[in-house]
């Protein structure tokens, strides 16, 4: 196979990894009653306790504007919660609130039992390929950022 075709290729199988797990995060982040955007940043702060509105919008590689409203409306239904930091006040951490901390877990919970049926379904000799495969996968990705 030419290099034309294993790109081609490439975007295909990329292309049905990512409905795939787009479907899969609709469905759970719908059981939650937040919306999928919601979801990953409610995700993001909950893996990291606290994080400015700064931090999560890169990690989740948005503009601060649309992480702004993002975080707001995970305020308003109280899911996350903003502090100032006592140190330097033009720092406000986000972190979860009691309500925030049952949806991060069910939605962790949720996907930790997804993802070990998906590894289960993986024959065990190729664990470690398909895992370095994706490593190697992200690499090239965050070297060649698209449009």
């Known amino acids: 196979m030419n290099y034309n075709n294993h790109a081609q290729q ?14 899969l ?8 009653g937040i919306t999928l955007g919601q979801c990953h940043a409610l995700v993001e702060v ?11 919008a ?23 919660e903003r502090k100032m930091d006592e140190s330097d006040r033009r720092y406000i951490q986000i972190q979860l609130t009691e309500e925030g901390k049952k949806i991060f877990q069910t939605i962790e919970e949720s996907m930790e039992a997804y993802f070990h049926g998906v590894l289960q379904a993986i024959d065990e000799s190729k664990r470690d390929q ?14 060649n950022k698209c449009c």
């Open 10 to 23: 490439l975007r295909e199988l990329v292309k049905v990894l990512i409905r795939s797990l787009g479907i």
């Open 25 to 32: 995060e609709k469905d759970e982040a719908s059981c939650c």
């Open 46 to 56: 909950g893996k990291a306790k606290t994080i400015s509105l700064n931090e999560l």
């Open 58 to 80: 890169e990690l989740l590689n948005l503009d601060s504007s649309t992480m702004s409203r993002t975080v707001n409306n995970l305020v308003n239904a109280n899911l996350l």
């Open 130 to 143: 398909v895992m370095e495969s994706l490593r190697l996968l992200i690499d090239a990705i965050k070297k």
